[in-house]
């Protein structure tokens, strides 16, 4: 069974991370909400309260892939710790999935991450992709290797849906749109 870590800081937007929990428990992937705090408790942009699994501090390297949902001040929270950037470049020299969606690309872009890869993001951001080859507003998906990269909240359901093509395979992803009447 694939293992998958989704980082939660105040201030994500709660439909982009809490979509892919959804469709991948769904899925049958064991996927764990990661507080980057040192509490459980966090609280989306919206206002919306979650309860994470673990904190950062309980997570290793034992994932198949590390997922970013944007939303802001989240992203910022992400950008800004350091214990985020080494578990996503711990990821990314693995040659393990990487996965970010809304303004969180910008983060992999801070790291460098992105040169001379293809990736999108919450648009007006583009220019925080550092080295990214921009494919255009017609792609609300867009996966260069083991890095996965979405629009925004209204490309959720898409981004989720990649995510578990990649970790289980195509049929599932449709399995599950078809199961929540999602039309791909």
């Known amino acids: ?35 980057i705090t040192d509490s459980l408790d966090i609280t989306g942009a919206r206002g919306i309260g979650v309860k994470a699994d673990i904190t950062l501090k309980e997570a290793g390297d034992d994932a198949d892939m590390v997922v970013l949902p944007g939303g802001m001040p989240g992203t910022n929270y992400l950008k800004e710790s350091d214990e985020v950037r080494a578990m996503v470049q711990n990821y990314y020299d693995s040659d ?17 991450l992105l040169n001379g890869k293809k990736a999108t993001c919450y648009p007006g951001l583009e220019a925080s992709l550092t080295g990214a080859m921009w494919p255009g507003a017609d792609y609300p998906v867009v996966q260069d290797g ?39």
């Open 1 to 35: 069974m694939s293992k998958v870590y989704i980082l939660l800081a105040n201030g994500f937007e709660e439909i982009e991370g809490l979509m892919v929990v959804d469709l991948m428990r769904r899925a049958g992937i064991d996927i764990k909400m990661v507080s």
């Open 96 to 112: 393990k999935f990487i996965a970010a969606i809304c303004a969180a690309p910008t983060v992999f872009g801070a790291m460098g």
């Open 146 to 184: 083991k890095i996965i990269t979405s629009r925004g909240l209204g490309t959720a359901a898409d981004f989720a849906l990649k995510l578990i093509e990649n970790l289980i395979d195509s049929k599932k992803a449709d399995e599950i749109a078809q199961s929540v009447v999602y039309s791909r």
